[in-house]
C-alpha cells in the first residue's frame, strides 16, 4: 500500500485512512507493507502490531525547484520504489499493490508492473472536482493528466461516495464496473468517552480540518454574525492550519466576531476529542468534500451534527437522522440549523443516539477492511484470467 500522508507527519484525510485500513487488514489477516514518505530526520517507531511501514525521507532527496510540484512528486517516487530493494531480496514479492491518490501513482504503477500483479487506485478525490469543474492552467491541469494515466492504468478504482464513483466513471470515460464504492472507516473505540465524564454541551459550535476555501470556513464565520442577536452565548472554534488561514481571519474580522470565533490552529487529538464532547454541535460547512471523514469522526464521537447538502456529505447522513443538512454555501440556512439544533436539547439527544448507530453498523473498520480484501480477491482474479 502506497500514501503520501501517513501518520505522524499528517494525521487526517487519507493518512487516517492509510493508518485504520491497513491495521484492519494486518487484524484480519494480511501481510500489509506501507510505502510513504517521512520529512523527519529519524524515522518514528510505529505501533506493535500494525503494518510494516517503510519511509523514503524527501529531506534527503536532490529537490528541483519548489514550484514544480509534479517533478518533486516524481523525483519522491523513484525513493518509494527503492524503499522495496531489501524486502525483495529477502524473496518478498506483493499479490496486490494499492495506491492512494496521484503522489504515488507512478511508484504504483511502477511496483504493480515489476512483480506482474494487478494495480488498485483509491481516488480521494480529483482536481476537477476540487475546482469545481474548471480547472486552472498549470499544477491543477497537469495532475488532472496524471490523474487520467492513473485510471487507465488501474485494474480497479476504489471511491468513498456514490457521489465520487459518480465523479470518476463521468470525468474518466470508464467503464461503471472498473468502480468500486467502499466508504471511508472509523475506529468508534477511540471516540467513546467514560460514562463518568460530564455530558452537558456548551453553546459552542466546532469544526475543523484544513484551512482551505473549500472547506466553506467563511461561511461559518457569517452564520456566527447572524447568530449574535439570536444566542447571546455563542461561540465557535475552528481547529485546523492551511493556507486559506489569513484571508478566513479576514473574513472573521469583517464579519466582526473575532470575539466569537476562535482559530487555535491545530488540536491534538485528545484535546479534539474533549471539545467535540462539549460542543453543542459540529459544523462541516464544506463547499466540496467527495467524503467527508472529519464527518464521520463527528458522528463517532456522537455529536449533534450540521453538513453541507453536497457530495460525500449529503450522502453519509441523508435519511439516516444523524444529521442536519443545508444548502451549501448558504450562512443564513447554516445559523438557521445551528440554532435549531443549540435550541432543541430534544433534537439534538436524537441526533447523538441515530449518530452512535450508524457509525457501528456502516463505517467499523472490520467492515471497510472485509469490503476491500474482496477487492483485492476479484482484481487478482480477473488480472489472472487475462494473463
Given amino acids: 500500500m502506497l500514501t503520501w500522508d501517513y501518520p505522524p ?34 524515522d518514528p517507531d510505529e505501533p506493535p502490531g500494525g503494518p510494516r511501514v517503510l519511509r523514503a525521507s524527501i529531506a534527503k532527496l536532490p529537490w528541483l525547484p519548489a514550484p514544480e510540484v509534479i517533478a518533486r512528486t516524481a523525483s519522491a517516487n523513484h525513493s518509494l520504489v ?10 518478498w514479492t506483493p499479490d496486490v499493490v494499492h495506491g492512494h491518490d496521484w503522489r504515488v501513482g507512478w511508484a504504483a504503477d511502477t511496483l504493480a508492473a515489476l512483480h506482474g ?15 469545481g469543474g474548471n480547472l486552472p492552467q498549470g499544477a ?29 466513471v463521468t470525468a474518466f470515460e470508464l467503464p461503471p464496473e472498473r468502480v468500486t464504492r467502499i466508504p471511508n472507516g472509523i475506529d468508534p473505540a477511540l471516540w467513546d468517552f467514560p460514562e463518568a465524564e460530564p455530558v452537558e454541551r456548551d453553546p459552542l459550535v466546532l ?62 487529538d485528545a484535546e479534539l476529542r474533549k471539545m467535540i464532547r462539549r460542543a453543542g454541535c459540529v459544523v462541516i460547512p464544506s463547499l466540496y468534500e467527495p467524503f467527508g471523514l472529519v464527518a464521520l469522526e463527528a458522528l463517532a464521537a456522537r455529536a449533534p451534527l450540521i453538513v453541507a447538502h453536497t457530495g460525500g456529505l449529503s450522502e453519509m447522513i441523508a435519511g439516516t437522522g444523524a444529521g442536519l443538512t443545508f444548502e451549501p454555501g448558504n450562512p443564513d440556512d447554516l445559523a438557521e440549523c445551528i440554532a435549531r439544533v443549540l435550541t432543541d436539547r430534544e433534537l439534538a439527544d436524537s441526533l447523538s443516539e441515530c449518530a452512535e448507530a450508524l457509525v457501528r453498523q456502516t463505517y467499523a473498520w472490520d467492515a471497510i477492511a472485509g469490503s476491500t480484501a474482496q477487492v483485492y480477491a476479484q482484481v487478482r482474479d480477473e488480472y489472472a484470467g487475462s494473463s
Fill in 140 to 168: 491543477p491541469t497537469d495532475i488532472n493528466s496524471v490523474e487520467w494515466w492513473l485510471a487507465f492504468r488501474a485494474q480497479r478504482l476504489i471511491a468513498s461516495s456514490r457521489f465520487m464513483v459518480e465523479q470518476l
Fill in 82 to 91: 527503492a524503499l522495496t530493494a531489501e524486502l525483495v531480496r529477502a524473496g
Fill in 207 to 268: 469544526t475543523w480540518g484544513r484551512v482551505q476555501y473549500e472547506k466553506g470556513f467563511q461561511l461559518l464565520a457569517r452564520a456566527m454574525h447572524l447568530l449574535r442577536g439570536v444566542l447571546p452565548d455563542v461561540t465557535c472554534t475552528i481547529a485546523g492550519r492551511g493556507s486559506y488561514l489569513p484571508e478566513l481571519q479576514t473574513q472573521i474580522d469583517v464579519e466582526g466576531v473575532s470575539d466569537l470565533v476562535d482559530l487555535p490552529g491545530f488540536v491534538p
Fill in 117 to 131: 500483479v494487478p494495480f488498485v487506485l483509491t481516488m480521494h478525490g480529483t482536481e476537477r472536482i476540487r475546482h
Fill in 9 to 42: 507527519r499528517a494525521t487526517v484525510g487519507t493518512a487516517a485512512h492509510v493508518a485504520g485500513l491497513s491495521r484492519a487488514l494486518v487484524d484480519a489477516g494480511h501481510d500489509v507493507v506501507v510505502l510513504t514518505i517521512t520529512d523527519r530526520r529519524v
